[in-house]
């Protein structure tokens, strides 16, 4: 069982950034691939990004240059660098785990992003 927790949403001006983190339990963080995900008003739960095991990132088309995901592993957390806010980015942020013990993905409970004037 993993638990993920998010933190660093919040309300922010448009064209502003926010930088989410996700931290993990469990002592092999290294070994999850990481990755962010969205859920906008009324509208389905989106990938944002992914983070391997080796640190390569992959991003939805529409968020290249403005998301940057990152990890730590000695903290056990993953990063969300925003910039660049419009307020389609509204939006709840949650963050996913998969072990590759098990390859099973897990969730946290979503952080929110308002993004207005």
């Known amino acids: 069982q993993v638990q993920l927790v998010e933190s660093g949403g919040g309300l922010v001006q448009p064209g502003g950034s926010l930088r989410l983190s996700c931290t993990a339990s469990g002592s092999i963080f290294g070994s999850y691939t990481m990755a962010w995900y969205r859920q906008a008003p009324g509208k389905q739960r989106r990938w944002v990004a992914t983070?391997?095991?080796?640190?390569?990132?992959n991003y939805v088309d529409s968020m290249k240059g403005r998301f940057t995901i990152s990890r730590d592993n000695a903290k056990n957390t993953v990063y969300l660098q925003m910039n660049s806010l419009t307020p389609e980015d509204t939006a709840v942020y949650y963050c996913?785990?998969?072990?590759?013990?098990?390859?099973?993905?897990?969730w946290g409970k979503g952080t929110l992003v308002t993004v207005s004037p």
């Open positions: 996913s785990a998969i072990p590759t013990s098990n390859g099973v993905q897990y």
């Open positions: 983070i391997t095991t080796l640190g390569t990132a």
